[in-house]
């Protein structure tokens, strides 16, 4: 029988997947057991992620006045569906949270990531518009999902737009430059200070795109971090 996720697809927490521990490869298990060393309880990792639009919409009808509204409404509602799913299990969540988590080495294992020219993973159907939100670690027996064998947008794309759309030239070289793509996203007048040019050039899954005040929120959110961090980590190593 398969595991319902129903009330996850509901509100966008679209994508899942589920892993046996003792089955997934050892460098993946290895890495693990170093990010929680309580790993070697649990039997299975529960992965879930969003695609497309709907879990930004979810969240707005619930309200933005979190700090972090998209993780708080996630955890909230994974939690609520694990304790309604699997009553009398345990999990723990290991994201968000503190450990160091490789959710592109799942991604790649649940069939979801496929590496980009401006390194945002990209999915075979939803193109970049897909996110990771939550991963628990549980003692439960849900049948394992199997990744599709799916090929990388990227191998079919022979004029790749993205890379003539970054205004940095972060991909010119063919490696990509995050140095080059955060000073020009800190530059007073950026075209990118609040998306990412090359995101929205790429064709993959356009229908599936974020909403624009999505968008807007995310990468606001990341260029306040990289302020942060270039203000508070020189003035650690300063
Ligand atoms: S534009 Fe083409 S090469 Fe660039 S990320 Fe999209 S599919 Fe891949
Ligand atoms: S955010 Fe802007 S500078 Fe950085 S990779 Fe995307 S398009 Fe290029």
């Known amino acids: 029988m398969s595991t319902d996720f129903g009330a996850l ?13 003792n089955a997934l490869p050892t460098q993946a298990r290895d890495r693990l ?20 639009p709907t879990l930004w919409r979810s969240v707005c009808a619930d309200g933005l006045a979190a700090d972090h509204p998209i993780d708080d409404f996630s955890i909230r509602t994974v939690e609520r569906w694990f304790a309604q ?15 160091p988590v490789d959710l592109q080495a799942l991604g790649q294992l649940a069939g979801w990531h496929h590496p980009s020219p401006f390194k945002i993973g990209i999915h075979a159907e939803r193109g970049t518009w897909f996110a990771y939100r ?45 140095d080059a793509c955060i000073g020009y996203r800190r530059q007073s007048g950026s075209r990118c200070a609040n998306t ?14 974020y909403d624009a005040a999505q968008i807007h929120h995310g990468y606001t959110h990341s260029l306040r971090m990289i302020e942060w961090f270039a203000t508070n980590g020189a003035r650690r190593t300063g």
Not at 9 to 21: I, K, P, S
Not at 149 to 170: L, V
Not at 172 to 178: E, M, P, Q, V
């Open 196 to 209: 990412c040019l090359a995101r929205l050039a790429c064709p993959a899954g356009s229908v599936h795109r």
């Open 85 to 99: 799913h699997s009553p009398g299990h345990r999990m723990h969540r290991l994201y968000p949270g503190n450990a």
């Open 134 to 178: 939550v991963a628990l670690l549980a003692d439960t027996d849900l049948p394992p999902t199997t990744a599709p064998a799916t090929p990388s947008p990227c191998t079919r794309c022979a004029d790749t737009p993205c890379i003539a759309a970054c205004p940095a030239g972060a991909m010119a070289d063919g490696n990509f430059a995050l």
């Open 9 to 21: 697809d509901r509100v966008g927490l679209n994508l899942q997947a589920v892993f046996d521990l």
């Open 33 to 52: 057991a170093r990010a929680f060393d309580g790993a070697h309880r649990y039997r299975q990792l529960i992965l879930i992620g969003n695609a497309g």
